[in-house]
């Protein structure tokens, strides 16, 4: 009797494994739930028709994010791990009070586990700011807008136990941002001032209600007027969050969404997958001139209230942000809307545009170019071309003041300089930098030549420092019959 016990017991438990797998053939697999990545259809050939020897790896990988009931299976474990330890089963998601959820990434930036760091936040702004130049120099306004974190606004909300740091990422920027003499379309203290919610309780971002006062927000800030927030409406049960759905996939449950009495007031010039395309294009019948919007997921929400505000608007989700995109809708607007979570990406030249080039130079020729004005280390530098336009990027591995811009300098002309974005990047050196050049300019864009034309000026402790490009570094002979001071006095 035991003996047939143990095999019903074996049978039924194989059949339950089985089960999985073989719903799958009248199921179908399962879809991915919220901003999932599911692994592909393993495939027995390579696209270079190579066998594909991880085959086996890449089918085990693909049956664990499709296999039957997967989606249930995921938000029973939710459901259990909330009601029974009050955890997330999630990494992504974090169990707030009162039933809201927040994104995990946004606890860091709260406490100041992660932040920017003083460099960070300088060459942020000075990116902001050289891109609010080229804006202006072709007659248009500018302006930067910070999407709050949910949790920077509800901690009330949030988990027990976080403190908030004494500077977060956000406040340096801000500063910075100041310092730089930056358009900025402040959000933090209008959100949080509404006694209604703003953010959605199961979602990451902001309610219709608060991409309508951020609209508002974003055109006071050109020296227009909004009136989106007076829009009429009335919340809804309508909205699937995004954190909620990554935690029970299965679950049909919907957040209150803010929904317009009316229909916003444009159309697309192009049709459009959803709004999470990289680029939408819309017109309207308002009188403002053309709108060029560079966005992340807060513009979902956004976009349309900006579209009927505008007569023309072009956003743009791609990043590095191009500005070379004015001309094609003749834009006399441009904003960056950019959530708090992800402002480090600001600090990695995150704009493309003529990169430009000096009227007059800040330091004086007689004390750069001398012995003890040149950097121990030499400027390593990387050139790659994209159509008509390159990039001629690279680094110093030497210290250099917070605040301190990055010049690049002809050997060969040294009154021809031009201001490159400032980087952070602590893999390639302390002094990082891009700098975009259509082929018509004057540096030649061979990598061997700009090798040896062009040198790096940046500022430590106070004082000008020149870092010579590795060839010429390594060539005083080369130097010195370009008549450089440098080798002639030593």
């Known amino acids: ?152 606004l509800y901690p009330e909300h949030g988990p027990r136990g976080l403190e908030r740091a004494s500077a977060t990422g956000a406040d340096r920027l801000v500063e910075a941002l100041a310092r730089e003499g930056v358009a900025y379309a402040d959000l933090f203290g209008p959100l949080a001032a509404q006694e209604e919610d703003m953010y959605l309780r ?34 809804q049960e309508s909205h699937r969050g995004d954190l909620y759905e990554m935690l029970y996939p299965a679950s049909s449950r919907l957040d209150r969404q803010f929904e317009f009495a009316e229909a916003l007031d444009f159309t697309y010039t192009s049709p459009i997958r959803g709004v999470d395309d990289l680029r939408i294009q819309t017109s309207s019948g308002a009188e403002n001139g053309p709108l060029l919007l560079f966005r992340d997921s807060f513009g979902n929400a956004l976009h349309g209230l900006m579209a009927e505000s505008f007569s023309e608007a072009l956003f743009v989700r791609a990043t590095p942000y191009d500005l070379r995109l004015m001309d094609q809708i003749g834009a006399q607007y441009v904003a960056v809307e950019l959530v708090e979570r992800n402002l480090s990406q600001l600090a990695q030249a995150p704009f493309v545009m003529p990169t430009p080039k000096l009227a007059e130079l800040p330091w004086d020729d007689e004390e750069l170019y001398r012995p003890e004005s040149l950097s121990e280390a030499s400027a390593l530098l990387e050139v790659s071309a994209n159509g008509s336009n390159t990039t001629l990027s690279g680094a110093v591995d030497a210290p250099c003041d917070p605040d301190s811009p990055v010049y690049l300098v002809l050997v060969d002309d040294p009154s021809a300089a031009w201001e490159a974005f400032p980087q952070w990047d602590e893999e390639r050196g302390r002094v990082a930098f891009a700098a975009y050049f259509d082929q018509e300019d004057s540096i030649a864009f061979d990598m061997e030549l700009v090798n040896r034309r062009v040198n790096v000026v940046y500022r430590c402790n106070g004082q000008w420092v020149l870092a010579l490009c590795d060839a010429v570094s390594h060539d005083p002979e080369y130097l010195a019959n370009k008549g450089l001071r440098l080798f002639e006095e030593g």
């Open 1 to 152: 009797m035991k003996k047939y016990a143990y095999l019903l017991f074996t049978v039924l438990f194989l059949s339950a494994c089985l089960v999985p797998s073989l719903a799958m053939i009248p199921l179908g697999p399962s879809s991915a739930a919220a901003n999932e990545h599911l692994a592909p259809a393993p495939q027995a050939v390579k696209p270079d028709g190579s066998p594909n020897w991880d085959l086996l790896s890449d089918a085990a990988d693909y049956f664990s994010d499709h296999f039957a009931f997967r989606q249930e299976l995921v938000t029973a474990d939710s459901a259990l791990k909330a009601a029974v330890f009050h955890t997330s089963a999630q990494p992504d998601v974090v169990l707030g009070r009162d039933g809201w959820l927040f994104y995990a990434e946004t606890l860091d930036c709260y406490t100041g586990a992660s932040t920017l760091t003083e460099r960070q936040a300088y060459c942020a702004a000075r990116s902001l700011r050289l891109a609010q130049g080229y804006v202006e120099e072709k007659g248009g306004r500018f302006t930067f807008a910070i999407a709050p974190n949910k949790l920077s």
């Open 202 to 235: 199961l979602d990451s971002h902001w309610t219709n209600r608060g991409a309508a006062l951020g609209h508002d927000l974003l055109l006071k800030s050109f020296g227009l007027t909004g009136h989106a927030f007076d829009k009429a409406g009335s919340y």
